[in-house]
């Protein structure tokens, strides 16, 4: 059971390159989110999903598009890329309910 | 919305003491998950505990709803408990799907 899955774990841009980080989870789950944290601080809310072609926001989607094609997969794609995204991004997922959250190990990504 | 506030922001100790790590949060909460971030960056889940008292190994988390708080306890502490301990509350049903995060109590184990 690989849990909660991303892809890449590292990765370096240039500003005004678009890219997508990659989550997949086999568990089943209808909630997936994705987070960014930033060096000394707590994990942000970007964007979530209740279930296949449902989106919302978060706390900073700005810059963020995501969708969810499938219950599996929630990619999130960055546009073009700003020094300000450099960050560490984790997806996340839930079954429905007051059910825990399982993380992805994250995906370290540098915007120069 | 939600705020969650973590206590205290560091800790450092010597191994073997214990310590306790607090979590307030300003509303009524249905989930609560306490996470342990490891060196190399993982958010490790420790546990779900919405309400009432959990216990695994060395470590135990107590919630009381009621009063809005969480605490996570150490005891006899070990060098690899070191990092960075986060809670992490689900408030309400309109946005279900919305988790948020305190900003981290980091302990440092020394040996």
């Known amino acids: 059971n690989a849990g909660v899955t991303q892809t890449p774990k590292f990765q370096v841009l240039k500003t005004g390159q678009s890219m997508t980080l990659q989550c997949a989870q086999d568990?089943?789950?209808?909630?997936m989110s994705w987070y960014r944290q930033d060096p000394g601080m707590g994990l942000r809310l970007i964007h979530y999903?209740?279930?296949?072609?449902?989106?919302d926001q978060g706390e900073v989607p700005n810059g963020y598009n995501v969708s969810r094609s499938t219950t599996e997969d929630f990619p999130l794609r960055l546009l073009s890329a700003a020094p300000s995204q450099t960050s560490v991004y984790f997806c996340a997922s839930r079954a429905q309910g007051n059910q825990p959250q399982h993380f992805g190990d994250g995906t370290r990504l540098s915007i120069l | 919305g939600i705020q969650v506030e973590q206590s205290p922001p560091d800790l450092i100790l010597q191994e073997g003491a214990n310590s306790t790590l607090r979590c307030n949060f300003s509303d009524s909460v249905n989930n609560l998950q306490w996470f342990h971030q490891n060196p190399w960056g993982q958010l490790i889940n420790l546990f779900y505990?919405?309400?009432g008292t959990k216990q695994n190994g060395r470590l135990s988390a107590t919630t009381v709803a009621t009063e809005r708080y969480s605490l996570l306890y150490i005891s006899s502490s070990q060098t690899t408990d070191s990092g960075v301990y986060f809670c992490a509350v689900l408030s309400g049903y309109s946005s279900a799907s919305k988790i948020i995060f305190g900003s981290g109590t980091r302990l440092s184990i020394r040996p």
């Open positions: 999903s209740v279930g296949a072609g449902i989106t």
């Open positions: 568990m089943n789950h209808e909630y």
């Open positions: 505990i919405p309400s």
